[in-house]
C-alpha cells in the first residue's frame, strides 16, 4: 500500500437559498421589530443587538421556512461527514437560534458554540459585500489543529484560515467546536443574520439539548420532513 491519507477534514457547508429576496425582507422586518422592544443579549458580540434564544418560537410563516432551510442543511452536511451513511431525521434535531442585528464597528471575538452536533449561521441581509475591504464582517474560521501554525510549510494548508462572505440568503453550517469570528464592521452599513445550534439524538446517541427544542415540532406551523438536496 502506497498512499497519502488526508486526515482530520473539516466539513463548512455553504449554500446560497435561491429566490430567499422576500422571505429575507420580511424576516428582516420581523427582526427589526424584536430589536426595538426587547434589550440584547452579552455573548460573544461586541457592539451589536442579540436576541434571546428563542427565536425559533417566534411565530412567523417565514422562521418555518427558515427551519425547512436549516434541517436540509443539517441532514447535507451530516451526510457529508458521515460518508452518506447517516441521513438524520428531523424529529431527532433539537435547535435553538438567535437574531443578531450589526452595524458600525461591530464585531465578534473568537469563539466556538455550546456543546451539539452542528452550528451555523443565515445571511437575512448584508450590505457588506459592496465594501472595499476584504475583511469587513466576514466571518472566519480558524483551523482546529491549533499546532499547525508552528509548521511553518509554505502553501499548505496548515494553520490557515478559512473565511466566508456574508451574502444575504446564505446558510453557513459547520461543527459547533470549530473557532471563528467576525471582523468589524467598517461603514454604516447593516448586517443581520441568525445563528443556530442543532444537536441530533439518534437511538444511540442520547444527549440533553439543555435549552434546545426539538427543531420540527417547535414551530407554530406544519413542515413536512424534507430529503437532503442532491450537492
Ligand atoms: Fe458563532
Sequence with gaps: MHTIRTAFSTPILVRDMEESGPVNHRLMEIILDME????????????????????????????ALFKKWVINGIKEIT??????????????ML???WANVSRADSYRKIHNHESCTWSGVYYVKSDLVKEKSVS????????????????????SSFGSRVRVVPRAGRLVIFPHWLLHYVNP?????????????????????????????PLQKAQQFAMAETDAPSS
Design 36 to 63: 426595538s422592544r426587547t434589550p440584547g443579549m452579552k455573548r460573544s458580540n461586541i457592539g451589536s443587538w442579540d436576541s434571546q434564544k428563542d427565536f425559533l418560537e417566534w411565530p412567523y410563516e417565514e422562521i
Design 79 to 92: 451526510l457529508k461527514a458521515t460518508k452518506q451513511k447517516y441521513n438524520p431525521k428531523a424529529q431527532d
Design 95 to 97: 435547535a435553538h437560534a
Design 136 to 155: 469587513s464582517g466576514n466571518i472566519e474560521f480558524l483551523d482546529p489543529r491549533m499546532l499547525c501554525i508552528q509548521a511553518e510549510l509554505p502553501n
Design 185 to 213: 464592521v467598517e461603514d454604516d452599513s447593516l448586517r443581520i443574520c441568525i445563528a443556530f445550534n442543532v444537536k441530533i439524538e439518534s437511538q444511540s446517541v442520547k444527549r440533553r439539548g439543555g435549552t434546545m427544542l
